[in-house]
């Protein structure tokens, strides 16, 4: 039986960082004077598989979480605790995002506004499933308060779109391979919320296919050496931002049977290559220079981390991070800088 107090602790958010999930927000002016009419019949087709819900039966908790988790000790107790959370917030994020795009563009641009109403309906039903599993420990977040307490970030639509694509096609590839892996090892399936991660990740696949269909009818953005520049930016700060957060929870990633930096190289590499089918550019994550650089960010980065957990006075702090965060932007700019691959000459669809 489940032993679990009913009265639930509420979780306070945690601190705001350049690394937690963000809040966006959008110019809902340009999106609704947005011609997504030259791949219509593409975004069309993807709105019918919306509308199926195929998992619309799935996130539903089965008799294997009615137990006790108090058998966790504190420390894998704290690493989930962090995981459901953060996890919770990004696809909360997401919800928010959808469902403000989904009212504002209701009567001027009604094709784009069903898209976003069903993936908002996705996201929603996500955060909701991640926000119960933290009862399991006897907390819940307040999703209220984290509305209307967190800062939102403007994007431009076109941000929007690279952004969120990626976002949703990497959200793929990390769920199926986790889900992968501890298929063909269930000793490490230690919860059971990852047993739901197959169906999971294709609500991602289907919300980056559709992202990817509103990108294909704007030539502009996938056109030309502006372009290439932001598809490699994007590419670059969502692989970086993945790379530097798992890598200081890879003590979490090491409890369901995985190392942190090897995960997140694989899901790196396929993200990348999925990319190619769209960007004209994408990076060469697999030069041995790529990870290196990354590498060396994390170091920097775990210097940060520690001089946040030291008693100096904010000020000093901040002196004593500088030149860290500068190695970590001077790393991420050679990244950048390397001679991306040209991957427009392979796309089956000319756009």
């Not at 489940?2 to 960082?17: A, F, G, R, V, Y």
């Not at 791949?39 to 619309?56: G, H, M, P, T, W």
């Not at 939102?152 to 952004?163: D, L, N, V």
């Amino acid at each position: 039986m489940n032993t679990n107090i009913s009265k639930l602790d509420t979780k306070n958010p945690t601190q705001e960082t350049l690394l937690t999930p963000r809040f966006y927000t959008t110019d809902f002016d340009e999106m609704k004077n947005l011609d997504i009419s030259s791949n219509s019949e593409e975004i069309v087709a993807i709105l019918e598989e919306f509308r199926v819900d195929y998992n619309k039966q799935h996130f539903v908790r089965d008799n294997e979480f009615l137990q006790s988790w108090s058998k966790f000790d504190d420390k894998t107790t704290s690493l989930f605790i962090e995981f459901l959370e953060r996890s919770c917030t990004a696809e909360f994020s997401g919800f928010l995002l959808y469902k403000e795009l989904s009212r504002n563009l209701k009567k001027e641009n009604p094709l784009l506004a069903e898209g976003f109403s069903f993936m908002s309906r996705d996201e929603a039903r996500h955060a909701g499933f991640l926000n119960k599993a933290m009862s399991d420990f006897n907390l819940t977040l307040d999703l209220g308060f984290l509305t209307k307490s967190r800062k939102y970030t403007f994007f431009e639509p076109k941000f929007i779109f690279y952004a969120t694509y990626l976002s949703e096609k990497i959200g793929y590839w990390r769920y199926i391979t986790i889900y992968r892996h501890l298929e063909k090892n269930p000793q490490f399936r230690i919860y059971p919320i990852f047993k739901f991660f197959e169906s999971w990740c294709q609500d991602e696949n289907r919300h980056g296919d559709f992202f990817a269909a509103v990108l294909k009818s704007q030539p502009n953005l996938l056109r030309g050496w502006e372009s290439k520049l932001w598809c490699k930016f994007f590419l670059l700060s969502v692989f970086a931002t993945m790379y530097l957060n798992d890598t200081q929870r890879s003590d979490f990633y090491a409890s369901i049977g995985l190392d942190a930096k090897k995960f997140d190289m694989h899901v790196i590499i396929q993200t990348n290559k999925s990319s190619g089918k769209l960007f004209p550019i994408i990076l060469d994550v697999q030069n041995p220079l790529f990870k290196e650089l990354l590498d060396k960010c994390v170091i920097n980065n775990d210097c940060l981390v520690a001089i946040d957990k030291t008693q100096q006075l904010s000020f000093i702090k901040t002196l004593m991070k500088i030149p860290y965060i500068l190695n970590i932007v001077m790393n991420l700019i050679r990244i950048y800088s390397m001679k991306g691959i040209e991957s427009q000459k392979d796309w089956n669809i000319i756009y």
